[in-house]
């Protein structure tokens, strides 16, 4: 399970990037496309973590992955705010720093403190 979340959250990056610079673009079709796209990816997202977080359920490492379950939601709603606002054209830089910081924390505990990171124990 931890390869398709990291996938599905690979995608939702990628497609993070492609709306806004589809609504910079100006291009509305393609930008919407990728957002409806992006909310469908935050399911497989949340389908995927939700059953890593299930594996730690009894473990010694349920505080940390209850935090890392937190952040991942945050990711998320980061995620939404930024492509709501650049459609809505509303200043992002403040999520842009929430996501990047919140993606840093995620990445640190789920690689570094975790056992299920990229290769599971």
Do not use: C
């Given at each position: 399970?931890?390869?398709?979340?990291?996938?599905?959250?690979v995608i939702a990056f990628v497609l993070?990037?492609l709306v806004t610079t589809f609504t910079?673009?100006?291009?509305?079709?393609?930008?919407?496309?990728?957002?409806?796209?992006l909310r469908a990816d935050y399911l497989?997202?949340?389908?995927?973590?939700?059953?890593?977080?299930?594996?730690?359920?009894?473990?010694?490492?349920?505080?940390?992955?209850?935090?890392?379950?937190?952040?991942?939601?945050?990711?998320?709603?980061?995620?939404?705010?930024?492509?709501?606002?650049?459609?809505?054209?509303?200043?992002?830089?403040?999520?842009?720093?929430?996501?990047?910081?919140?993606?840093?924390?995620?990445?640190?505990?789920?690689?570094?403190?975790?056992?299920?990171?990229?290769?599971?124990?």
């Amino acid at each position: 399970m931890p390869h398709l979340h990291i996938t599905s959250w690979v995608i939702a990056f990628v497609l993070i990037g492609l709306v806004t610079t589809f609504t910079r673009s100006g291009n509305e079709k393609a930008a919407k496309i990728s957002h409806m796209i992006l909310r469908a990816d935050y399911l497989l997202i949340l389908y995927s973590g939700g059953s890593l977080f299930a594996e730690y359920m009894g473990s010694s490492q349920l505080g940390l992955a209850v935090i890392k379950l937190l952040v991942g939601l945050w990711i998320i709603v980061a995620m939404e705010m930024v492509s709501v606002k650049y459609k809505k054209k509303k200043p992002v830089a403040a999520w842009w720093g929430q996501l990047l910081i919140a993606a840093i924390i995620a990445l640190v505990l789920g690689f570094g403190f975790l056992p299920l990171g990229l290769l599971p124990a």
